[in-house]
């Protein structure tokens, strides 16, 4: 049986953006060339970009894009802050359409890595005013265009 | 291989341990090693941890990493495989405290799992159990991750702390281990 | 599904009603060009390290702790 030889390591608690400043540079770069509209806040430790997208029916939305603790490992999160969307499928069942329980917008399937470790933020904003302009048509006829996981 | 459907931690060498460690500075990072060994039956993959490490003696203490002293870890594995020796114990992880507000593995330590992971000196062909410890007003809490190689994503993992000795329990699994 | 959803038991409007509340009050900051993060406003508020986190809760398991 082979057998474990242990080598140097060492183990952070540091948070992302403190072990990476370099990404967090590049994050700011990305998210303020396409969308200059949101800016940068810290909710606790953890830092949120907070923006306004317009739809193409001209509707409104402020979104809340969290960085995780382990980022780039784990894709951001996106909530929708103003209005508060809650897209039910079946609410008596507590379904909701394209969203987790906690509110957050179900974005990609976490298979199919359209996210991966060099996605920036501002990669997963395009893609969450790509859910509100489902989300309008869903609203509108019923059909939620595009590939669903769910 | 999926995760461990179950992680059994003896209490007298490895949990207390743990807290003994943790609760000693308190105001540093601390960590140890995790010698045990992942049992797959037809049923369940069940990890069991019989012994726990601390840094070693010549460890330097920082407040925000953890960086153990190789050798001492390495003398004190070889020591805990010859203690059980008929149950081919070896690495399986490794425990490190983190402050009350990160609960979770943060992202240099999946960096230094997928380290470990490149690393062919490390036998962990399924993955790495890294739980993180929480020193809070005096007590300890432990939450469970494991990091599968196939995903190197960190998941949470039900723990169980063993009072009575963790041997019967590995005599028990190693009847229904398949292929091991 | 992630494993970094919430579990809580809040309904989900409730959850990003909670949101809004406390992203009302967080903190400008910015990235100076050595990508280190600078406060805008205030000083450091050390209460807003003790403000849960939205994106947590994974399954906690607890082993019992020792007195």
Partial sequence: ?150 | ?180 | MPDDQTTTNQSPQDNLEDLKRRLDSAQDVHVDPSGKLVTQSGSDSGSKSTQKKTVIKPQRWFARMAE
Wanted: hydrophobic residues 40%.
């Fill in chain 1, 1 to 150: 049986m082979q057998r474990t030889q242990l080598q140097p390591s060492r183990w952070h608690n540091q948070l992302w953006y403190q072990a990476n400043p370099a990404r967090l540079l590049m994050e700011r770069k990305a998210v303020e060339s396409r969308f200059p509209q949101f800016a940068l806040v810290r909710d606790g430790e953890q830092l949120v970009w907070m923006g306004k997208l317009t739809t193409n029916r001209g509707e409104v939305y402020e979104i809340a894009l969290y960085y995780p603790d382990d980022f780039p490992i784990s894709p951001p999160r996106v909530f929708p802050i103003v209005p508060t969307i809650t897209s039910w499928k079946n609410e008596a069942a507590g379904e909701l359409k394209h969203q987790y329980a906690d509110g957050a917008l179900c974005l990609y399937d976490p298979k199919d890595r359209t996210f991966n470790q060099n996605s920036t933020a501002a990669t997963v904003i395009a893609v969450a005013a790509a859910w509100l302009f489902a989300y309008e048509t869903w609203l509108d006829s019923g059909e939620w265009p595009g590939l669903e996981a769910d």
């Fill in chain 2, 1 to 180: 291989m999926a995760m461990p459907d179950h992680v059994y931690i003896a209490r007298n060498d490895a949990y207390e341990r743990i807290v003994a460690e943790a609760l000693r500075v308190p105001e540093h990072e601390t960590g140890g090693i995790l010698v045990g060994r992942m049992f797959c039956t037809n049923s369940a993959n069940v990890l069991v941890v019989a012994a726990a490490s601390g840094p070693g003696k010549p460890a330097p203490a920082y407040a925000d990493m953890y960086v153990p002293d190789t050798l001492a870890r390495q003398r004190e594995l070889e020591i805990w495989r010859a203690m059980f020796a008929p149950h081919r114990l070896d690495y399986v992880g490794e425990w490190h405290t983190h402050p009350a507000i990160h609960p979770r593995p943060s992202y240099g330590d999946t960096c230094q799992v997928n380290a470990i992971f490149a690393d062919t000196a490390y036998q962990l062909p399924d993955g790495i159990f890294t739980p993180i410890v929480i020193v809070e007003h005096g007590s300890c809490r432990l939450h469970g991750f494991y990091y599968p190689r196939e995903t190197r994503h960190p998941t949470a993992v039900e723990c169980t702390v063993i009072d009575s000795a963790i041997e019967p329990l590995m005599r028990h699994l190693a009847t229904l281990d398949e292929g091991k």
